[in-house]
Antibody, heavy 119, light 107 residues
Framework: DVQLLESGGGLVQPGGSLRLSCAAS????????MSWVRQAPGKGLEWVSA????????YYADSVKGRFTISRDNSKNTLYLQMNSLRAEDTALYYC????????????WGQGTLVTVSS | DIQMTQSPSSLSASVGDRITISCRAS??????LNWYQQKPGKAPKFLIY???SLQSGVPSRFSGSGSGTDFTLTISSLQPEDFATYYC?????????FGGGTKVEIK
């Protein structure tokens, strides 16, 4: 079975940094795009970033471009999201999802890790 | 960016009802449209891809249709486990974008 397990969330002050991780299992990790999708409290879904299977291509929402960096370690079956210069509006539950541009959908999701940006 | 607009934002229905949820794209996205279901406190679940293809394991009472800019998710006979929020998502062009969601509540 496909499993995605996020970690690394927490409370951080505005301007601070956080690194999220997503451990994947149950599929050939390096063969698929992976994405981060977030959901602010009581709000809808917002795609944040995606990375190709090889890690050679990355994509970002305008709202995080220049502040967030997506990466992956295919030897460890792990996806990462380095978040810098955090703002209050980045407060959300961050989901790791399998897919993005290849395939063109998110077919499996983790349970999410909560990031709270507050002083 | 392609804007996705869902309607209604919420609806009340009874078990056994047939319901439809609409999703409109701000420009043509061909059939690059996916649907997800989310229950409170849970991660989204993938339902339909390419506008009308049912993901494996999803009950056949769910169906999707449309192309271009107008899409529909239909549940033919609403079951208790179907009360949830539904999101459409376009995969035609970057950035990937979601609709605002439609909450299906019990009447």
């Amino acid at each position: 079975d496909v499993q995605l397990l996020e970690s690394g969330g927490g409370l951080v002050q505005p301007g601070g940094s956080l690194r999220l991780s997503c451990a994947a299992s149950g599929f050939t990790f390096s063969s698929y795009d992976m994405s981060w999708v977030r959901q602010a409290p009581g709000k809808g879904l917002e795609w944040v970033s995606a990375i190709s299977g090889s890690g050679g291509s990355t994509y970002y929402a305008d709202s995080v471009k220049g502040r967030f960096t997506i990466s992956r370690d295919n030897s460890k079956n792990t996806l990462y999201l380095q978040m810098n210069s955090l703002r209050a509006e980045d407060t959300a539950l961050y989901y790791c999802a399998k897919g993005g541009y290849a395939p063109l959908y998110f077919d499996y999701w983790g349970q999410g890790t909560l990031v709270t940006v507050s002083s | 960016d392609i804007q996705m607009t869902q309607s209604p934002s919420s609806l009340s229905a009874s078990v056994g009802d047939r319901i439809t949820i609409s999703c409109r794209a701000s420009q043509s996205i061909s059939s690059y449209l996916n649907w997800y279901q989310q229950k409170p406190g849970k991660a989204p679940k993938f339902l339909i891809y390419a506008a009308s293809s049912l993901q494996s394991g999803v009950p056949s009472r769910f169906s999707g249709s449309g192309s271009g800019t107008d899409f529909t998710l239909t549940i033919s006979s609403l079951q208790p486990e179907d009360f949830a929020t539904y999101y459409c998502q376009q995969s035609y062009s970057a950035p990937l974008t979601f609709g605002g969601g439609t909450k299906v509540e019990i009447k």
